[in-house]
């Protein structure tokens, strides 16, 4: 070895030191002071010197010191002790600022001795940027497909798995490994119903040919449930046109199943209780053509569907009815009203008959406008309308039949009474007046049986005028209460006037129930207080007693027809007073209830806007 500086070689068949030469490597060669003994062009290039300018100066001196300690020496010195090494590290050069370098040393033995050290120094940073790029892009599909949402798979050409994404663990309970350790797997869980289906779909997946295909199964996960797969898979091929399996995707559509089936299954109930329902039901949009009819109001009606579908309500409704029908479609239409419209109302069949029928009404929203359509349901009200024109004529025959005689009674024993007591027959005179009491409750529970049924047929007139409702009380307590109750009763009320529209006959008979009942159910020394008040836009009315109450459960039943407690039945009444006057009270617009506490004494309270007519 040549001890000094490096020349180029002017001997063209001297191979080695043309390799020397021309090397791309930098090669430096170094004796155990770490001073360069001999170094290629390349070598002095790339620290932008000529070798010459190297040659005899020490390595500290030419990387700086810190470098040659911490990177270069201690491997150096492995190198001095007969080791070669390879390691990677960044320099800066100053030339071509920061590399990363490949660097090897060589130990060169004199006899026993390691003398020289030979470093051969390639740059490796095109290679190390190519191979950052591909760890990160490897990265870059790692991150892609392990953390897809669904579940993945690549399926290779001999039916086992290359590949399946964690998330085959959130969709089957089982992991990624436990699918590619065992290819059948998927099989194993399909749900038992379904598992030739999918055996047969794997078995064609693993024959080359074909485009994307999807199925949809059910599999049965880890924990036992039943969940929805949506499968699409389609072949895979590399860059050559090399066939290389089958990737799959399978998502979870339990829950859109679990919505799509409970639509399903609502269709179904609705369209069976369309079809199967005694109720009519048709669906139209309001005053259009009707759009589906159901047997029921088919068979109503006496039209076939197909006659109805050409027919709108104005069609089939009774010509006397027809005014307020049209009012209540026009509400609809405009949306006024929306839900559980009930109106009974008259209809003409098919046959010309006459058909009540009860109707309600539910719209049915939709997107726009011109979806909008209401259902109606029909009830056959024919039955209940004759009978209650039965009970009608009925109660007005038996009143006008009972209260002929009863007239007669209390016409006799008013004309007995006074002989009698002209008489001074005072025990006869007594007996005739307990015939004449008793004819007069009989003739008020008659004429209450006529109100009842007059307020209920809806053939009435209401007569409203405005009155003081204070002034009102007043008279109505001066005829219906005798002077020594009249003792029992406080009146609160304010100040000034309150004026109010109400039909005086009537409205005065709905107070004077109150008032007598508040009488009649209450200890004979006990107060009745009578208050007027004005809330907003009501006055309130309101009777309280201190009687014995009335139970809990009852309260609602009071107001109904009939309705009289258990326990009171001795009290004179046949339970038509607080029915009545609901009807009276609600005729006018307004509101009656009644809270009571059992031992403490009832109070009735009536609220009516104030309106002027
Ligand atoms: P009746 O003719 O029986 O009085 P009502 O319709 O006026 O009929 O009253 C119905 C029932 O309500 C009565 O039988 C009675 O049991 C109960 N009731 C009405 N008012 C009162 C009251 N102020 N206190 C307790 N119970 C009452």
């Given at each position: 070895m040549d001890d000094t500086e490096a020349a180029p070689?002017?001997?063209?068949?001297d191979l080695h030191g043309l390799l020397f030469d021309t090397s791309p490597d930098l090669i430096a060669v170094l004796d155990s002071q770490f001073v360069f003994r001999i170094v290629n062009p390349a070598y002095a290039r790339r620290h932008g010197r000529t070798p010459g300018e190297i040659v005899g100066s020490t390595v500290a001196q030419l990387v700086g010191e810190d470098v040659f300690r911490e990177t270069i020496f201690p491997r150096l010195e492995r190198c001095f002790s007969g080791e070669s090494s390879t390691y990677e590290s960044w320099f800066t050069y100053p030339t071509l600022g920061p590399r990363y370098m490949e660097v090897r040393y060589y130990p060169l033995r004199n006899d026993e001795q390691v003398s020289y050290a030979v470093a051969v120094i390639r740059d490796f940073t095109d290679q190390k940027a190519s191979e950052d790029a591909l760890k990160e892009s490897k990265e870059h599909y790692r991150i892609v497909a392990d953390f897809t949402y669904d579940w993945e798979h690549w399926l290779g050409a001999d039916g086992t798995y290359i590949y399946v994404s964690p998330s085959c663990e959130r969709l089957t309970g089982y992991r990624a490994a436990e699918f590619t350790d065992d290819p059948e797997l998927l099989e194993k869980i399909a749900h038992p119903d379904d598992r030739e289906m999918v055996s047969r779909h794997l078995k064609e997946e693993h024959?080359?040919?074909?485009e994307a295909r999807s199925l949809d199964f059910r599999i049965i996960s880890r924990d036992g449930e039943e969940r929805w797969i949506g499968h699409v898979c389609q072949p895979v091929y590399d860059r050559d046109g090399h066939w290389l399996g089958w990737r799959g995707s399978n998502r979870d559509f339990t829950a859109q199943r679990r919505v799509e089936q409970g639509l399903r299954e609502s269709e179904e109930k609705f369209r069976r209780v369309f079809e199967d329902c005694p109720i009519g039901m048709v669906i139209a949009?309001?005053?259009?053509?009707?759009l589906q009819a159901n047997p029921a109001f088919c068979k109503m009606l006496g039209y076939t569907e197909q006659e109805l579908k050409r027919m709108t309500v104005r069609d089939i409704t009774h010509p006397d009815d027809w005014s307020e029908s049209r009012d209540f479609l026009r509400r609809l239409a405009r949306g006024d009203i929306s839900s559980y419209v009930i109106i009974d109302k008259r209809y003409i069949r098919k046959n010309g008959e006459v058909f009540w029928g009860r109707l309600t009404v539910t719209m049915l929203g939709g997107h726009s406008d011109e979806q909008i359509r209401g259902l109606a349901m029909l009830e056959d009200m024919t039955e209940q309308r004759k009978n209650e024109q039965l009970r009608e004529q009925y109660v007005s025959f038996i009143s006008h039949d009972l209260r002929a005689p009863l007239s007669v009674v209390i016409g006799q024993a008013s004309i007995l009474r006074s002989r009698l007591s002209s008489q001074r027959a005072k025990p006869e005179a007594a007996r005739t007046e307990s015939i004449l009491n008793s004819a007069w409750r009989m003739n008020s529970m008659i004429q209450d049986l006529q109100e009842s049924s007059r307020l209920e047929s809806g053939k009435w007139t209401m007569h409203r005028e405005p009155a003081d409702l204070g002034q009102l009380l007043s008279s109505v307590c001066d005829q219906v209460v005798s002077p020594e109750q009249k003792v029992r009763l406080r009146m609160e009320q304010p100040s000034g006037p309150t004026s109010i529209e109400v039909d005086h006959e009537r409205f005065g008979r709905a107070l004077a129930n109150l008032v007598t009942n508040a009488l009649k159910y209450s200890p004979s020394d006990s107060p009745v207080t009578i208050t007027l008040d004005r809330v907003g836009q009501e006055v309130l009315i309101a009777v309280a007693d201190q009687g014995a109450g009335i139970p809990l459960d009852e309260q609602p039943l009071?107001?109904?027809?009939?309705?009289?407690a258990v326990h009171r039945k001795k009290a004179e009444g046949i339970g038509l007073g607080l029915y009545i006057t609901r009807l009276i009270v609600e005729a006018h617009g307004g509101r009656i209830w009644v809270e009571s506490k059992e031992g403490e004494g009832s109070t009735f309270a009536i609220a009516l806007p104030i309106t002027t007519h």
């Open positions: 070689s002017s001997d063209p068949l024959s080359v040919t074909g949009p309001p005053g259009k053509h009707f009071v107001f109904d027809r009939f309705y009289r």
